[in-house]
């Protein structure tokens, strides 16, 4: 396997995937801040540009939820998703919680705050953005009661994502209002497996 991937992005959910399943896999690092992933020789791997990309023999696998999927899929033996449909379901519902109601938010607010440029930035954005995050991290919160991972007793590919998107909220001093995530985002990035942090991944490069 090859992993297209650059340090601090969504690559974390991907590498995090392999290194807890023990997967042999070669690292391609496309450096965003010198526009490798607008080269041909990427595009052509992925045309939309995008990090992380997974190339397994003949097949790519680009988005970084889908690759964990594929990854556990792969695997069934490992148990990083359910076996029934039902926890399947809830699987799937976590997973696009986490990529729609954490993510987007938290992606807004980087673009007010360090992306666009500064005459194209809206603040008042930010500022919508960061309660929209904070509301739906409380849902979460209060999902985490008595719960060690986010489906219940075993940790799944569903940790993995989320753990990483809250760990892009802290960055942001956002899991304040939220003990419970923080506690289980600190508990995550203690596993033997886990990658690197992504303030921690900043500072590899």
Do not use: C
């Amino acid at each position: 396997m090859k992993l297209y991937e650059f340090a601090p992005t969504r690559s974390i959910r991907a590498r995090w995937t392999l290194q807890e399943l023990d997967l042999d896999f070669e690292s391609v690092t496309v450096d965003l801040r010198a526009g490798a992933n607008r080269d041909s020789e990427f595009l052509r791997v992925n045309p939309a540009g995008k990090l992380p990309v997974l190339v397994d023999d003949d097949r790519v696998v680009t988005e970084s939820v889908a690759i964990v999927l594929y990854l556990a899929e792969l695997h069934p033996e490992r148990r990083l998703l359910p076996a029934d449909v039902g926890g399947r379901a809830e699987a799937y519902r976590w997973l696009l919680f986490a990529a729609t109601e954490l993510e987007q938010p938290l992606w807004r607010i980087a673009r007010n705050t360090a992306i666009y440029p500064e005459n194209e930035r809206l603040p008042a954005d930010v500022e919508k953005a960061t309660g929209e995050f904070r509301d739906m991290a409380a849902v979460l919160e209060g999902h985490m009661q008595d719960r060690r991972f986010v489906l219940g007793d075993d940790v799944s590919v569903v940790d993995f994502v989320t753990a990483y998107t809250l760990d892009w909220a802290n960055m942001n001093q956002l899991l304040d209002r939220t003990p419970r995530l923080h506690a289980y985002m600190e508990r995550m990035y203690a596993r033997p497996k886990a990658p690197l942090r992504i303030a921690q991944a900043f500072a590899t490069l």
